[in-house]
């Protein structure tokens, strides 16, 4: 994935607690059924965010 297209993935989660779009950080990532998921924290409230990059 080009750095500017992952740049943009990474800063746009939706949180939960936070209520809008954020910055996952501090996230790992596994293959599930073909997607990634990113499992993180977000960067302003610190509550738990993913996120499902879809694969082909």
């Given amino acids: 994935i080009p ?3 992952r740049q ?3 800063s746009n989660v939706w949180c939960g607690q ?3 779009e954020t910055t996952i950080t501090n996230f790992s990532g596994a ?3 073909g997607d990634l ?3 993180g924290k977000c960067a302003e409230c610190h ?3 993913a996120r499902v990059i ?3």
Avoid: M, N, Q, T
């Fill in 18 to 20: 936070c209520r809008h």
């Fill in 47 to 49: 509550g738990d965010v």
């Fill in 54 to 56: 879809e694969g082909s």
């Fill in 3 to 5: 750095a500017d297209i």
């Fill in 37 to 39: 998921l990113l499992v």
């Fill in 31 to 33: 293959i599930k059924g």
């Fill in 8 to 10: 943009r993935l990474l």
